[in-house]
């Protein structure tokens, strides 16, 4: 049994790769396939409905944004950009 769910989730990876942002119930799908846990699954959905609703955009491109946000005003991470590229400077020249 285990080995069927795991075929079927390989096989939706193939088919549904195309359409993953846009299919909604594809996260809780999966989610009640692999763990069955309905309500998991509801909470799932939930969360992704209200970041939805409530930033515009999916939750995966907001967390991206917001890491992105973050990253940029992070003064050690800058710090670290800019040694990189004063190191790639340097080994040019």
């Known amino acids: 049994m285990r ?4 075929y079927f ?11 993953f942002q846009s299919s909604a119930l594809l996260g809780p ?6 763990s ?3 309500a998991q699954a509801g909470l799932h959905y939930g969360a992704n409905t209200a970041i939805k609703k409530e930033t515009g955009k999916s939750p995966i491109r ?16 800058a710090d670290i950009k800019e040694f990189i590229d ?6 040019k020249n």
């Open 9 to 19: 989730i390989l096989l939706s990876f193939i088919f549904l790769s195309g359409c």
């Open 3 to 6: 080995k069927y769910k795991l």
């Open 36 to 38: 069955g846990n309905v």
């Open 62 to 77: 907001h967390l991206k944004e917001t890491i992105e946000t973050t990253n940029e005003t992070n003064s050690f991470i």
């Open 86 to 91: 004063r190191l790639k400077e340097i080994k």
């Open 29 to 34: 799908g999966m989610t009640i396939i692999s």
